[in-house]
Nanobody, 119 residues
Framework: QVQLVESGGGLVQAGGSLRLSCAAS????????MGWFRQAPGKEREFVAA????????DYADSRKGRFTISRDNAKNTMYLQMNNLKPEDTAVYYC????????????WGQGTQVTVSS
């Protein structure tokens, strides 16, 4: 059973940085795509970024390009989201998720980590 555990959230001032981590276990992930999503209060969950575990091909929501960087460490089975120049509108619960590369649906989700950006 795939398990995903996020960490690294917290409170940061606008303009600051945070790095989120997602520790993955329960499978070999060479055929998986891993993603970050976020959900702000009263809003729908939205896509942030994704990375193909094998090869490291990345994809970003347009509005996050340039400020957010997704990466993974194969040896640690861990995915990261480096977030720079954070803005109050980045405040949300951030979730990591995983899907098999031939699937369009993310089947596995972490519990989420809160990111709060103060102005």
């Amino acid at each position: 059973q795939v398990q995903l555990v996020e960490s690294g959230g917290g409170l940061v001032q606008a303009g600051g940085s945070l790095r989120l981590s997602c520790a993955a276990s329960g499978s070999t992930f060479s055929r998986y795509v891993m993603g970050w999503f976020r959900q702000a209060p009263g809003k729908e969950r939205e896509f942030v970024a994704a990375i193909k575990w094998s090869g490291g091909i990345t994809d970003y929501a347009d509005s996050r390009k340039g400020r957010f960087t997704i990466s993974r460490d194969n040896a640690k089975n861990t995915m990261y989201l480096q977030m720079n120049n954070l803005k109050p509108e980045d405040t949300a619960v951030y979730y990591c998720a995983a899907r098999y590369d031939v699937s369009s649906k993310y089947d596995y989700w972490g519990q989420g980590t809160q990111v709060t950006v103060s102005s």
